[in-house]
């Protein structure tokens, strides 16, 4: 930053899993959420059907590269490169999960079937995207649409989210701290240059704007730092 300013960041924390949690509507996941739970850990005790304390680390990883990567679409030949088990390990695990999580399966159902009828899908703001192939012959060419339908509602709506906080932050640092301004947007980060004797008070309102951006059916938690650098924010 320039001399005498700093850098004040904020990271939305698990951002694309609360945005899934919010558009499946999946009670499991919600209360996990609520509860303030370690996420992944709470998915591997439903998907291993083991309470939550007994969970291994192992057992953890699993859940969170099956968390993650149903966002994606993951196939069981991906999950099994991630956790180095077998394609028919990996296919359970998924199997498991979408059983235990119901709400999540529908939702995931539900951009294929938007997808196939009306050719798009549409983010929590409306804001839509073409799905190419979605009645493509080639097995291969469709099975990539449906992925894209699933990502690009979830990770789309994400993007909503950090959009309208970006816009607000904007609006607020012009009333109340002028000589600060909004810097940059890293995937789920913003990152404000603020006077060093506003930082800490421009930190509060970012993590402010940022938390309040939406009204979502779990909180939404953003990580804050302030830094001389934007490494020192990591």
């Keep these: 930053p320039e001399e005498g300013n700093m850098f004040v960041a904020a990271d939305y924390s698990q951002v694309e899993l609360r945005m899934l949690a919010h558009l499946s509507a999946d009670e499991s996941l919600l209360q996990a959420f609520r509860e303030g739970q370690d996420i992944h850990r709470a998915v591997a005790s439903e998907v291993f059907g083991i309470a939550i304390e007994d969970v291994s680390d192992e057992e953890r990883s699993a859940a969170k590269a099956v968390n993650f ?13 991630q956790l180095k088990c077998t394609p028919e390990r990996a296919d359970q695990i998924i199997d498991d999960y979408k059983k235990r ?10 951009c294929v079937a938007q997808a196939n009828e009306l050719g798009y899908v549409e983010t929590i703001k409306h804001r839509r995207r073409q799905i190419r192939n979605i009645h493509a012959t080639n097995q291969q060419q469709q099975a990539l649409a449906e992925r894209v339908s699933i990502n690009s509602v979830v990770q789309g709506s994400a993007a909503d989210l950090i959009k309208v906080a970006m816009n607000l932050m904007h609006q607020r640092l012009a009333k109340e701290f002028p000589e600060s301004r909004l810097l940059m947007q890293i995937h789920d980060e913003l990152v404000v240059e603020a006077p060093k004797q506003d930082a800490e008070a421009v930190r509060d309102l970012l993590v402010e704007v940022m938390e309040s951006a939406m009204s979502l059916d779990v909180p939404i938690v953003a990580d804050d730092s302030i830094g001389v650098n934007w490494a020192e924010c990591k």
């Excluded at 990567?69 to 490169?81: A, D, N, Q």
């Design 101 to 110: 999580f119901k709400g999540i399966d529908t939702f995931l159902a539900m």
């Design 69 to 81: 990567g149903i966002v994606y679409g993951i196939t069981k030949w991906g999950l099994s490169r």
